[in-house]
Nanobody
Framework: VQLVESGGGLVQPGGSLRLSCVAS????????MNWYRQAPGKQRDWVAI???????NYADSVKGRFTISRDNAKNTMYLQMNSLKPEDTAVYYC????????WGQGTQVTVSS
């Protein structure tokens, strides 16, 4: 099983980024997919979920700014991040869950002027 995140980088406050997570080795469409993030010196926090049926939910801190989506034909999950704030700075991880969790290696997002 492999989950590979991409799309991170440095962006100014108010800017946007789109993260991707490509999965292999799993039947992607049967998995709930999550985004988590971990800021320096802090615990890893849950950000958003998209179920196998396409239902979504978000942490209060990102609701209205972030959008999670998936393309089962491409085995790919996305996180569109708009109106980014310095407090969104973190390593972002994708997670696949259907009993056993799998994690990607993370992609760094830095929001700074």
């Amino acid at each position: 099983v492999q989950l590979v995140e991409s799309g991170g980088g440095l962006v100014q406050p108010g800017g946007s980024l789109r993260l991707s997570c490509v999965a292999s080795g799993i039947i992607f469409g049967t998995y709930a997919m999550n985004w988590y993030r971990q800021a320096p010196g802090k615990q890893r926090d849950w950000v958003a979920i998209i179920t196998s049926g396409g239902n979504t939910n978000y942490a209060d801190s990102v609701k209205g700014r972030f959008t999670i989506s998936r393309d089962n034909a491409k085995n790919t999950m996305y996180l569109q991040m708009n109106s980014l704030k310095p407090e969104d700075t973190a390593v972002y991880y994708c997670n696949a869950f259907a009993g056993n969790p799998y994690w990607g290696q993370g992609t760094q997002v830095t929001v700074s002027s």
